[in-house]
């Protein structure tokens, strides 16, 4: 009785989990139209106002969000597929957002009309890149042990592979 129960608590866990992968999936595609609009509305209103070194670097920041919105959709794609999510996504999506917080944030202080002493803070961007360099060392680290776990797999179910190294 207590084997079934778990079981039939299982099957139920697993079906909500399929609609919640469902439901992330479709979010995931509104969200990036919603972005791709915002996107496109950007480049309109650059043209309209005649700024368009402003509206360039305000698009390619809205570009950035679709960037991160892809790489969740492929993961999302990627778990549905084999069911194995990998951490390397979270890690894609923290460099994406400092790169974007590079490019756009001194477009915004600027202009904001903000003082030069706003828009050049050291300390600010000094920790951007510091966290850029660590995501980045990490991202290397993951990637790295991910193509070694890869080759070891590799070389375990085909051993004619590790004989030809």
Do not use: C
């Not at 995931?28 to 209103?45: G, I, P, Q, T, Y």
């Amino acid at each position: 009785m207590m084997a079934s129960f778990e079981d039939r608590l299982l099957g139920s866990l697993r079906a909500f989990n399929h609609i919640l992968h469902a439901f992330l999936a479709i979010a995931l595609v509104l969200a990036s139209m919603m972005v791709l609009w915002e996107f496109l509305m950007a480049v309109v209103h650059s043209f309209e106002i005649n700024n368009l070194a402003h509206g360039f670097l305000q698009a390619l920041g809205t570009l950035f969000i679709v960037w991160t919105l892809s790489s969740l959709i492929s993961a999302e794609i990627n778990y549905v597929q084999t069911g194995v999510f990998h951490v390397v996504v979270f890690i894609e999506v923290a460099m994406i957002t400092l790169l974007r917080q590079l490019i756009v944030e001194p477009v915004r202080t600027a202009t904001a009309g903000q003082s030069l002493e706003q828009l050049t803070n050291p300390w600010h961007y000094g920790l951007l890149l510091a966290s850029l360099l660590v995501i980045g060392i990490l991202h290397k680290l993951v990637t790295s042990s991910e193509k070694k776990g890869f080759e070891h797999e590799g070389s375990i179910s085909n051993p004619s592979l590790s004989e030809k190294k």
